[in-house]
């Protein structure tokens, strides 16, 4: 699985990126995280709020940061596929 946080390298951003890597260490879940800071990529996706989740290609979550209870429901339900 693959994650990506689109992100510009603010605190709420970086927050957000150690929060998913945490839980996905914690769970034991195998993914790719990757940070994203290109704006090319962002449109791409269609994401002009940051930061924002993407999982295998599919935006999950953009402009706010989601409580830790629906971040694992995508990533147990990602890695399940």
Do not use: H
Request: aromatic share 8%; net charge negative; hydrophobic share 45%.
């Amino acid at each position: 699985m693959k994650v990506e946080i689109l992100s510009v390298g603010c605190a709420k951003c970086n927050k957000f990126y150690d929060t998913v890597n945490s839980l996905v260490q914690t769970r034991g879940i195998v993914a790719e995280i990757v940070k994203v800071e290109d704006m090319a990529t962002f449109c791409k996706y269609g994401v002009f709020m940051l930061p924002a989740l993407v999982i295998d290609g599919e935006v999950k979550v953009a402009g706010k940061l989601p409580k830790e209870s629906e971040l694992m429901g995508w990533l147990i339900s990602a890695s399940s596929e």
